[in-house]
């Protein structure tokens, strides 16, 4: 950890001074769509058709002088990388909380719902394996930026069950397209997209604030700085594509009436892909960065445990 840090901050020392000040306007806009294999049982692909899961999802990164505006599900933010404080925003109830990045994490892992004893106990049971970045050696043009492929595997293993076919419960394979490194210079929104990530990965550390969050799921922990490390050794991402596998479910699935004929245990249950559809540098307007008019503060927990709470019940049927 401590090694990677320095090694940003040695980043930003050598290179940063050979580029403009990191004031330019920038928006990064993605799609994310999910789709589950088609041979699923009716009833599942019915219920998880439903959830918000599959839901086509848009997200937008909007930066200029200093600051970062992005939107998730269940709540925005506005990020000040000079003062390093977050203010996220929800807009169905018109409620701000102001937060230190640094805290970020703590608070999000408060109000998150505790998990059941009996599945905490099954999921401290599993072990996580991430497997190296690896070049495919395949490219293509997204949003005129040439970018290259980088795969990584995540491997989730867990006890042994009866009638189970050996190997990993869980396999999860991601493509990520990223920036080639001298699209960074060519390109100013990449070139700002790539200084202000490396600037809050020196300054803010997010993944000890992710880390935190990932203490409320005991087995799988260990897979995240692995993983970010991994994401962190491209530029910009700029497309990705997973395939989720689940053999201990495709076996049971084949055992099912009216599943077994048509469902192929070797495809992935379910993929979802992420593009970016829009790279400006177009102006961003200041408004975009200030808390809407009639917004009240409310504490950060509260915040967050209204985000969880609306998810949960979006999710129940």
């Known amino acids: 950890m401590i090694a990677r840090r320095f090694s940003a901050f040695a980043y930003i020392i050598l290179v940063l001074p050979t580029l403009p000040a990191l004031h330019a306007d920038v928006t990064l806009r993605y799609k994310t769509e999910s789709k589950l294999n088609p041979a699923l049982p009716a009833v599942m692909a019915g219920a998880m058709n439903g959830s918000p899961l599959t839901a086509p999802q848009e997200s937008v990164l909007r930066l200029k002088n200093g600051k970062g505006f992005s939107s998730a599900p269940g709540y925005n933010s506005i990020t000040d990388f000079t003062t390093q404080e977050i203010t996220l925003l929800d ?5 701000y909380a102001k937060i230190k990045a640094s805290e970020l994490g703590g608070q999000v892992a408060g109000a998150m719902p505790k998990m059941p004893a009996e599945i905490g106990g099954m999921m401290a049971s599993m072990k996580a394996d991430v497997s190296p970045s690896r070049l495919t050696g395949r490219s293509a043009v997204i949003q005129g930026v040439d970018t290259e492929e980088r795969e990584i595997v995540v491997s989730i293993s867990g006890p042994v069950l009866p009638n189970m076919a050996p190997g990993p419960m869980v ?10 490194s001298g699209e960074v210079l060519r390109v100013p929104a990449i070139r700002e997209l790539t200084g202000y990530s490396l600037w809050s990965w020196a300054t803010m550390n997010p993944i000890a604030g992710m880390a935190e969050m990932m203490k409320q799921l005991p087995g799988l922990s260990t897979t995240l700085e692995p993983m970010m ?18 053999p201990g479910m495709a076996a049971i699935l084949q055992q099912m009436p009216g ?10 249950l379910m993929q979802m892909d992420q593009e970016a559809v829009e790279l400006s540098s177009a102006p961003v307007p200041d408004s975009v960065f200030q808390i809407p008019e009639g917004f009240h503060e409310t504490p950060a927990a509260d915040l967050f445990k209204g985000v969880f709470g609306k998810s949960q019940a979006a999710a129940k049927p």
């Open 91 to 95: 807009a169905s109830t018109s409620h």
């Open 171 to 180: 396999r999860v394979v991601m493509q990520m397209w990223t920036a080639k």
């Open 259 to 268: 599943a077994g004929a048509g469902f192929d245990a070797n495809a992935p």
């Open 229 to 246: 490390s991994e994401m962190q050794k491209g530029t910009t991402m700029l497309r990705m594509h997973t395939d989720m596998f689940m």
